[in-house]
Every structure is written in C-alpha cells, then in structure tokens.
C-alpha cells in the first residue's frame, strides 16, 4: 500500500545514546515533515523538507538533526539523547503544491529516553 | 503568526449523541482547514478538509463549514458510535513562504462513546 513509512516503531535509549529515525514515502511527494506529539502539547514540528535537497528548522529544532536522503527519505537524528525527547515521533509528506492537499502521516516512532 | 484553538476535552458521549467539536483559527492568508482523527496506537488520517470560505468538508458521517466571518471550523456528527473514539485534531495549512504548506494543528480533542 502507498504511504509513509517508518522505523523503528518502538525504541528505549539510555540519556546521550544517538539514533536515527527513518522515513520514506512512496507517493512521489515534494515536501517531507518530522512531528512530535506530547500529551497536552499536540503535534509540534522539529524539521521540514520543502523539496529535495532543502530542510529548514520547524517549531522546536533544538537537539535534532535531519537529513533529506533524497525525494522519497527523510531522516531524523537524535546526536545526544535526553529524557526531554522522550515522545511520539510522525512523518508526514505532502504534494506540497499548494495548501488544499494535507499531509499523509506514517503510524509513528514510540521514543523512550531513560 | 497561525494558530488554531480547539476545545479542550475528554468528551464523553453516549451512542448515537450528536457532536459537537468546536475549532477556530488565526491565520495571516487564506488558509485550507483539516480535521484529522488519529485511532489508538496509529498515525494521523485525514477526515475531511474545506479550502475556501463556505466549502463544507464532509466524510463518514461527519461535516464541518468553513466560516471565514467567524474564522470557525467546527466538526459535527450526528449520531456518533463507539467506533468514532478517537483522537480528534483540527488545523489549517497556509503558505510558509518556503515553497511548502505548514500545517498547524490544535492541540487534540480526545472523544470517547460509551454503548
């Protein structure tokens, strides 16, 4: 099935590991997203990709890193895990053509920081 | 900057009660409105969406009108179900200037049925 993609679904890192959350999308999308979701706070965005070979910081940047592999991977590193990342991690991509076409979310990263 | 308010939950309905999500927006353009559910242990899906003034966006029951004078994006249903518990978020997507379109989400209205 078409979609968004992502890996792992569960991980526990112990405070200062550093991993990387992989995503791909398979609907020849322009624009890619990484999303936290905290009880009480919503979906906030860390990163986005407008297109290929761009990236630029969302809402809360700080202590994430991103990488734009090419059109159809977007990937989210944690370089020194903290408990304060402790989350719920989405991708999202979209046609990005204009504002009408929504995003389509992968079903998640459960991230533990311990 | 954007920005959208929801009404904060839980809600609790009994089958078959009429809802009622309430959902305004500040937006600096002319933005296109979501309502987004997301069921236990998944990912976001899309419910519906309105792109311009008075468009209603409708889907499984569900329906919401986009009301520029009021700037309002209210989700409705009239007769829920127990399948309909679910995380409920509203948002808009406006031109970040960037050549992509944010979205902006409220902060999730959790709603459960009871049989």
């Known amino acids: 099935n078409a979609g968004v993609t992502q890996t792992p679904k569960f991980q526990v890192l112990k405070t200062g590991q550093s991993m990387t959350l992989q995503c791909a999308q398979d609907?020849?999308?322009?624009?890619m997203y990484w999303y936290r979701q905290d009880p009480g706070m919503g979906l906030r965005l860390i990163y986005y990709?407008?297109?290929?070979?761009?990236?630029d910081k969302g809402e809360v940047p700080n202590g994430y890193n991103v990488s734009r592999l090419n059109k159809r991977e977007f990937s989210l590193r944690l370089e020194s895990a903290a408990p304060s990342q402790t989350s719920v991690y989405f991708c999202?991509?979209?046609?990005?053509?204009?504002?009408?076409?929504?995003?389509?979310f992968g079903s998640g990263t459960r991230l533990t920081v311990v | 900057g954007n920005s959208v308010t929801q009404m904060e939950g839980p809600v609790t309905l009994s089958e078959e009660a009429f809802l009622t999500i309430n959902c305004t927006y500040t937006?600096?353009?002319?933005?296109?409105l979501f309502w987004y559910v997301q069921y236990p242990g998944e990912g976001l899906q899309l419910l519906l969406k309105?792109?311009?003034?008075?468009d209603k966006g409708s889907n499984k029951g569900f329906e919401a009108t986009y009301r520029k004078e009021t700037t309002s994006f209210h989700l409705e249903k009239g007769s829920v179900q127990v399948s309909d518990s679910a995380v409920y978020f509203c948002?808009?997507?406006?031109?970040?200037?960037?050549?992509?379109?944010?979205?902006?989400f409220g902060k999730g209205t959790k709603l459960s049925v009871i049989p």
């Open positions: 990709s407008a297109s290929e070979g761009t990236t």
């Open positions: 309105a792109t311009k003034a008075d």
């Open positions: 999202a991509s979209s046609d990005g053509q204009g504002s009408g076409y929504g995003y389509t």
């Open positions: 609907m020849n999308h322009n624009s």
């Open positions: 948002a808009l997507s406006d031109n970040s200037g960037a050549g992509s379109y944010q979205l902006t």
């Open positions: 937006a600096t353009g002319y933005p296109s």
